[in-house]
């Protein structure tokens, strides 16, 4: 089979202007840049506005392991059937970060004749977007430092005089804001910033990988650029030396901030392998803030197409519990049916005692495993949603555990479970989904999110770590308790909860396999992310500044005879 790169580049693409206009959209409401790629302009929402929208699919998981389950490769798969089927159909997904395409991961397009291309150019900048948004955040950093200098150079009286501003007064002991790159550098997680004379003052600070950033939140949960300039008003920098939050707002970078990002909140349409259109838009990780792609993006695509596929990142505990808590409140557009992606190497791997060799047909490990997928079933119904297994195939696989599995899948609530060879097949090895999933969208859904906010933060934390990950409780640090009462004083309790936890498991414990049963789960932070509008929980160890390993994914890229990207 040819590599993934292979095929993209052979594959014979549609001008994007056709792929456009094939969607719906007018001349007047794109941008074309270069043949592949086009940005959707904002004008196009006020004549979308009364079009009724189409059928709403989100693709979602078991938990993940390091044999890759296909969440992406099932997405755009389930698109191309759709496609293929003549129904109208659009996948909206997130832009991929460059850490992880230079990491370990790899890239984002999907794979084997499932995916979106060009995938080089998917992969490595698109279109600008994830840079926007580090040069919108760093500037707010630069910013922040640039006020403790002058205040602290001149006084706050003097201040006044030359600038003709008011005096922040801000504490360089509760600074908010860390600074951001695109890349995996675990040297930059512990840095000190304002060393030599002149450049101060000296303080601690960190960079994060920019998919942490709130402002990537922002640009995910933002309904018009109108909506993005108020968020991003709102974002929480610092606390002065009073305790009152100082805002973008408040410091005066927020309209310049919003200014870099005005041409990121555009969607970029690009199109998969059999032609159908994909718009790619925003990149939050799942694991640290809300793990989907722009309702922007969402917008759009449910207003011209019957069907609209899109994934949350990880788990269902993941990615589509905060489509579900998160991302509804803000879009209003509810899930109308879930596709659960599994393999049977993943459910091995979650069995009490996974086996030596991974492939060879195990049937007491996959039973065992199984309890996990039984678990993302369960949970999804959980939201009134009603939900198609699909069991991505590997070349080894065994049939009479492919068999069992589908059997076993349905018994435990799933409105059906079929194989997927998207990655083999294209659209040919997706119809039977993507038959399927149209069976399930003619189910009545009675969707459901897990928990009213208005209750409290403490409240939407429980019912989130009980109902929502089977726990028996949480607990608060001290530095928790403390941030709790800021929040509440800030009148922020009521907003949804976003959980950083591992996506390798249902808990906050990555080796805790399978469907773990009465843990607690350790609250070590609560951040407020008042322009996203979320409050982050921090579970455990959370990284947001990933390292590169022993062997990183770059070593294989570089650039042919041609000068076409080969590697990636």
């Known amino acids: ?111 084997g004749y499932a995916q ?4 080089e150019e998917l992969n490595l900048h698109l279109t600008g977007d994830i840079h926007a948004v580090s040069s919108a955040h760093n500037l707010a950093s630069a910013a922040l430092d640039a006020r403790l200098h002058h205040e602290q150079r001149l006084g706050a009286q003097e201040f006044e005089r030359q600038s003709g501003l008011p005096a922040l007064n801000i504490d360089p002991e509760r600074l908010l804001w860390p600074r951001v790159t695109d890349h995996n550098d675990r040297a930059l997680r512990q840095i000190t910033v304002g060393q030599g004379r002149n450049n101060g003052p000296e303080h601690g600070n960190a960079f994060m990988i920019t998919a942490a950033s709130e402002l990537m939140a922002v640009l995910a949960l933002s309904r018009d650029v109108h909506d993005m300039r108020r968020r991003i008003g709102q974002l929480l920098l610092a606390f002065d030396k009073d305790g009152q939050a100082v805002t ?134 959980r939201y009134g949603v009603p939900v198609v297994v699909a069991i991505n195939r590997f070349p080894q696989d065994c049939e009479q555990e492919l068999a069992w599995l589908r059997q076993a899948a349905i018994e435990a609530g799933a409105a059906d479970c079929v194989v997927s060879d998207a990655f083999a097949k294209g659209a040919e090895g997706a119809l039977a989904l993507a038959q399927a999933v149209t069976r399930a969208l003619a189910q009545p859904a009675a969707f459901r999110p ?52 591992t996506p390798m498991s249902i808990s906050h414990d990555p080796a805790l396999k399978g469907v773990p049963k009465q843990f607690v789960v350790p609250i070590n932070e609560l951040k407020l992310n008042a322009g996203a509008g979320f409050v982050t929980a921090l579970a455990g160890n959370v990284m947001t500044m990933p390292g590169l390993g022993l062997k990183p994914g770059y070593l294989h890229i570089d650039i042919d005879a041609d000068g076409n990207v080969c590697g990636l």
């Open 450 to 501: 897990l928990y009213d906010p208005q209750a409290g933060l403490e409240a939407s934390l429980a019912s989130l770590v009980e109902l929502g990950y089977g726990a028996a409780g949480f607990s608060l640090s001290e530095t928790a308790q403390q941030q709790l009462q800021e929040i509440k004083a800030l009148g922020a309790d009521t907003l949804p909860v976003c959980m950083a936890k």
């Open 116 to 119: 979106v291309v060009p995938m």
């Open 248 to 381: 973008a707002e408040k410091l005066g970078v927020a309209g310049a901030m919003t200014a870099v990002m005005r041409q990121a909140i555009e969607p970029t349409l690009m199109q998969t392998l059999n032609g159908a259109p994909c718009l790619i838009h925003a990149g939050p990780f799942a694991n640290i803030a809300h793990g989907n792609s722009s309702i922007i993006a969402d917008e759009v695509a449910l207003k011209l197409a019957d069907y609209v596929v899109t994934e949350g990142g990880f788990g269902s505990d993941m990615g589509f519990e905060k489509f579900c808590n998160i991302k509804t409140r803000a879009s209003g557009h509810q899930p109308d049916c879930a596709v659960l992606v599994a393999t049977l190497k993943a459910l091995k791997s979650h069995a009490a005692t996974p086996p030596a060799d991974i492939n060879a047909s195990d049937m007491d490990a996959l039973q065992q495993g199984f309890a996990n997928l039984a678990w993302h079933v369960a949970n999804v119904r």
């Open 1 to 111: 089979m040819l590599s993934d790169i292979e095929i993209s580049r052979q594959t014979l693409r549609r001008p994007i202007a056709d792929v456009a206009q094939s969607l719906g959209l007018a001349s007047h409401e794109y941008h074309t840049l270069g043949d592949d790629k086009a940005k959707v302009q904002l004008n196009v929402l006020p004549r979308l506005a009364d079009n009724p929208c189409g059928k709403f699919i989100v693709v979602t998981a078991v938990n993940p392991t390091p044999y890759g389950e296909g969440k992406t490769v099932t997405s755009i798969g389930l698109t191309q059937a759709l496609h293929a089927l003549g129904k109208k159909v659009c996948v909206c997904l997130r832009q991929p970060s460059m850490g992880p395409v230079f990491g370990v991961k790899g890239g984002a397009a999907g794979g």
